[in-house]
Nanobody, 115 residues
Framework: QVQLVESGGGLVQPGGSLRLSCAAS????????MGWYRQVPGKQRELVAS???????NYADSVKGRFAISRDNAKNTVYLQMNSLKPEDTAVYYC?????????WGQGTQVTVSS
């Protein structure tokens, strides 16, 4: 079992920055892939960014060049640095972990980009 706890969401003005954190209940060294999805009411959840055990990263086209995902194995934490935020980035952001054939989810954290 993997438990994930997100933090770092909030309200920010357009052009601003936020850093999301996702802390896992145990070591993340063996977790194949970790990352972030986001969801807007009435729409499907979409992949924002992911990172595997080798450090390979993948990003949605809409966030390339603005967001950066990283993992700190010593702290069992994955981060999503979000810069140049836009109103269309407003969503609930969910951390996920893919481990031993199963996907685990955090509870979600709200990000609102508005002036």
């Amino acid at each position: 079992q993997v438990q994930l706890v997100e933090s770092g969401g909030g309200l920010v003005q357009p052009g601003g920055s936020l850093r999301l954190s996702c802390a896992a209940s145990g070591s993340i060294l063996s977790i194949d892939v970790m990352g972030w999805y986001r969801q807007v009411p009435g729409k499907q959840r979409e992949l924002v960014a992911s990172i595997d055990t080798g450090g390979y990263t993948n990003y949605a086209d809409s966030v390339k060049g603005r967001f950066a995902i990283s993992r700190d194995n010593a702290k069992n934490t994955v981060y999503l640095q979000m810069n140049s935020l836009k109103p269309e980035d407003t969503a609930v952001y969910y951390c996920y972990a893919f481990w031993r054939g199963r996907t685990y989810w955090g509870q979600g954290t709200q990000v609102t980009v508005s002036s």
